[in-house]
């Protein structure tokens, strides 16, 4: 079954500086990567995601890229703010309703002021 | 738009007790799931529902877990009995068939 494993789990950054977290996932026929944010107590929300027929999508401060080849994706945030701080999540899904949602382990990043 | 609603937010039973969990899914969703989250840890999917019919249940531990979604719509999860290792927050979600997931508050189970 698909596996995905997300790095690094702790992020740490001053704000105005850039975030990036990285995942690889291993099942070749995947192909939706949502990424969610989740606050804390709080339920996860969709913030971005990329299907396999696309490199790069981007969305005001947040961009995510996919290597189909080398089954890594990654997301990036620039200009970060102290309410980015969060958890972000990693997550991969196969092609029709047989496929399900694997996340990753989270990254917790936290923005200083 | 209604969300996704589950009760109850939080549960704290002693271990061997049961519990349950209901949800009920956004309006017109065919795809339910519920998915595990350890303190900690990423989401880990407990069962796929598309509309009353069980799509994926391989992670769900059966000697101690149930789930149904009568009608298709809302559904319930079940522990029983309850282990120390169940205390999480269980979390229901909905989609459109394969699209994007809604997750609902959660249901936060303590185990003592």
């Known amino acids: 079954g698909e596996n995905v494993e997300q790095h690094p789990s702790t992020l740490s950054v001053q704000e105005g500086d850039s975030a990036v977290i990285k995942c690889t996932y291993s099942d070749s026929a995947s192909n939706y990567f949502p990424w969610y944010k989740q606050e804390l107590g709080k339920r996860p929300q969709l913030i971005i995601d990329?299907?396999?027929?696309?490199g790069e999508k981007k969305d005001q401060r947040i961009a995510v890229t996919l290597n189909k080849t080398a089954k890594h994706f990654s997301l990036h945030i620039t200009e970060t703010q102290p309410e980015d701080s969060a958890v972000y999540f990693c997550?991969?899904?196969?092609?029709?309703?047989?496929?399900?949602?694997?996340f990753g382990k989270g990254t917790k990043l936290s923005v200083k002021p | 738009e209604a969300g996704v609603a589950q009760s109850p937010r939080y549960k704290i039973i002693e271990k061997r007790q049961s519990v349950a969990f209901w949800c009920n899914p956004i309006?017109?969703?065919?795809?339910l799931y519920w998915y595990q989250q350890i303190l900690g840890q990423g989401p880990k999917l407990l069962i796929q529902?598309?509309?009353?019919?069980?799509?994926?249940d391989s992670q769900l531990p059966k000697d101690r877990f149930s789930a149904e979604r009568l009608k298709g719509v809302d559904s319930t999860l079940k522990i029983q009995p309850a282990k120390l290792e169940d205390s999480a927050v269980y979390l229901c979600?909905?989609?459109?068939?394969?699209?994007?997931?809604?997750f609902g508050e959660g249901s936060r189970l303590t185990v003592l």
């Open positions: 990329i299907r396999s027929n696309v």
């Open positions: 309006s017109g969703h065919a795809t």
């Open positions: 529902f598309q509309n009353n019919g069980v799509v994926d």
């Open positions: 997550a991969a899904k196969r092609r029709g309703s047989q496929g399900n949602l694997i």
């Open positions: 979600a909905s989609s459109f068939y394969t699209g994007e997931l809604f």
